[in-house]
């Protein structure tokens, strides 16, 4: 059975981080959101001290392969905007 891979960017709620976003993948999103936010050990080191964060939008990727593809165009791009845009298909946070 393989896994399904998502494409994630995440923004901070943390009054002193507004403009701070993250794009990351991984084959599930309600697991790695509560490590990013501190509640479950795994989090990425430069989320830490800046949440708490929330899924703004994640796309689905056949493979691990696709999901690095998509997410290093997106790390690519300058400005959130254009972030945003190079996702393409975007989804909603509906988890």
């Known amino acids: 059975m393989t896994s399904k891979y998502y494409v994630y960017l995440l923004i901070s709620n943390n009054i002193n981080f507004l403009k701070y976003s993250y794009v990351g993948i991984t084959t599930d999103l309600n697991r790695r959101l509560s490590q990013h936010n501190g509640l479950l050990s ?7 001290g800046k949440g708490p964060f ?3 939008y994640y796309i689905e990727a056949n493979d691990r392969s696709e999901a690095s593809k998509y997410e290093y165009e997106i790390k690519q791009e300058k400005g959130f ?3 945003l845009d190079k996702m ?3 989804q909603k946070r509906n988890i």
Request: hydrophobic share 25%; aromatic share 0%; net charge positive.
């Open 88 to 90: 393409g298909e975007i």
């Open 81 to 83: 905007q254009k972030r």
């Open 42 to 48: 795994g989090g990425a080191k430069s989320t830490r």
């Open 54 to 56: 929330e899924i703004l």
